[in-house]
């Protein structure tokens, strides 16, 4: 397939997004100080990163505000508390999952909101919810993408409908989202000519969030930014469920683009990232990682094996292997 | 360029070197315990890898005997006291640095030795050393080898040049080397293609040998197998100089052989890689040897950070630009 720009061009339509308050809040529940928050948001402007995504928008109703940090619900009004009026180049981003989200009540006119982008994300089996939220947030006047989940497991058939549906409904981007940390990136470049088939009918970009299970979640990113991929996810030192995710430094490493600069991240990561760390918070490859990985499956049992400091590899591989 | 195999296929060409006691020497100057050597022995006879690299031979007139572990000199001696008459499936190798190894004297016939396969490795300005030790080596019965080494920081009409004279000399294969873990999969990628335009003319089969400083040594592996690469270096958790290698367990996981199982390896980092890191041994990815991967720049500096648990990324990267 056809490459899109080179090593050393700069490819004006991509985007990247910080996503560490989001799915690095999958590790310490959301419990980040505002200092960290705070600190977050500079590095992010001055990197020139395009999006960060402050959290979830999830429904209070459903979740018990006590056992969260309030990124999980991501407030306009909290994240005004960091960002002002946001004068700056970096835009807002929350996301919203598709039956989590009491999007009608918690959703108001972007003219009202601090945030620029809702990132839509569902299973395949919640597009007809996806797509009213897309809707809704488009009408809004906001920037919508849509994260479609879990597609390693997935038939391709279910996957292109899925997609016609969805770009019908106007997103401005979708996702490729590796949740479980298992594709190749030979894979990656399959997936993304496929998403292309159908997206680019529509003008709908693609973006890429990928884990880190194999060590591929950088590898898997750059292998689709090549094939044409514009918004690419990264977190500050991978910090993301359970293997992590894209690490931000390797990212502005890689772009050549002047308008990005990984000092900024460079001093986050020496500032910010060994306090969450010496709070507790555990993330990064792991042999349980890389088995739920391989086996292309949840790693929430990986997650309860490392956080139970478990090194029975072999046991635990076993355990895999009745779930499959 | 073609793609050699696919994600679900058998390569029958390719075959899995161990570089644990090697590279991962560099990280404890060979000080592996005789256990760590005789239960990674058996590791890799059950998992099916094809060479296990015992270590250096380097010559004991240059190098102080008192200063490192057995496996800086790999003496036929020292290897016959972990494996017997090796009768396994398991070939043995040894690396030969040009200019650091006593071949005349310290090179015996291969039916006088436990050794199948010796690697020669060299920096381009040794070329003809390179050539007389791989003469030198064929004559002597053993598989040989040429791993040309820090080829990010050359100019490819050299390169090219290179690749013609060893060739000429009759190796078995040319190892693809990123010493100093900056290379992208795309770079791997039109480097294989490069290397092959030579090699397929006088039939010496390729390898790569892959660093983890941006974490793609893993991922610049199967790139490299991807389109053709033969012998692929990994190591034990990736245990090995600075970020560390590629790592077996990810390899395995990948490879579809069915000869090939990674339980073995679970087994084995459970077992005794805690110990290696419980004596202070210290590898694998951080940020400053991203950022020397990022400026093509020998890990030596990388390495002293770390090791003095230097966590200002800011002010090295800066001493890092001055040496640029």
């Known amino acids: 397939m056809a490459q899109k720009g080179?090593?050393?061009?700069?490819?004006?339509?991509?985007?990247?997004?910080?996503?560490?308050?989001?799915d690095g809040g999958l590790v310490n529940s959301f419990n980040f100080s505002d200092e960290f928050v705070k600190e977050l948001y500079e590095a992010n402007v001055k990197a020139g990163v395009d999006y960060m995504e402050f959290g979830y928008r999830a429904s209070k109703e459903l979740f018990d505000e006590s056992k969260?940090?309030?990124w999980k619900f991501a407030t306009d009004e909290d994240i005004r508390a960091i960002v002002g009026d946001n004068d700056t180049d970096l835009k807002i981003s929350i996301m919203a999952d598709v039956g989590r989200c009491d999007f009608r009540n918690d959703i108001k006119d972007r003219s009202e909101s601090p945030v620029d982008l809702i990132r839509v994300a569902c299973y395949i089996h919640q597009i007809p919810g996806a797509i009213e939220m897309i809707k809704y947030c488009k009408e809004k006047g906001y920037e919508v993408s849509?994260?479609?989940m879990a597609i390693s497991k997935l038939q391709e058939s279910d996957i292109a409908q899925a997609l016609e549906m969805v770009c019908q409904a106007g997103p401005d981007c979708i996702y490729i989202v590796d949740s479980y940390g298992s594709l190749y990136p030979?894979?990656?470049?399959?997936?993304?000519?496929f998403y292309q088939n159908v997206?680019?009918?529509?003008?709908?970009?693609?973006?890429i969030h990928a884990h880190n299970n194999q060590q591929l979640a950088f590898a898997?990113?750059?292998?689709?930014l090549k094939h044409g991929v514009s918004y690419l996810d990264a977190t500050m030192s991978s910090m993301g469920r359970g293997a992590g995710n894209c690490?931000?430094?390797?990212?502005?490493?890689?772009?050549?683009?002047?308008?990005?600069?990984f000092i900024p991240v460079l001093k986050f990561i020496e500032t910010q990232i060994p306090k969450v760390k010496a709070e507790g918070s555990v993330w990064g490859y792991d042999v349980p990682y890389l088995l739920t990985g391989i086996m292309n499956q949840h790693p929430s049992a990986a997650i309860e094996c490392v956080a139970n400091k478990n090194t029975n590899y072999r046991e635990f591989y076993e355990g895999l292997l009745d779930k499959d």
Chains 1, 2 share one sequence.
Request: overall charge neutral; proline content about 2%; glycine content about 6%.
């Open 6 to 22: 080179s090593l050393l061009s700069v490819r004006e339509d991509v985007r990247v997004l910080d996503a560490t308050l989001r």
């Open 68 to 70: 969260f940090g309030k």
């Open 146 to 148: 849509c994260n479609i």
């Open 186 to 193: 030979e894979q990656i470049s399959r997936i993304t000519e």
């Open 199 to 207: 997206t680019d009918k529509y003008g709908v970009a693609l973006g």
């Open 220 to 224: 898997n990113t750059i292998e689709a």
């Open 247 to 261: 690490a931000m430094e390797l990212l502005l490493g890689f772009l050549k683009n002047p308008k990005y600069s």
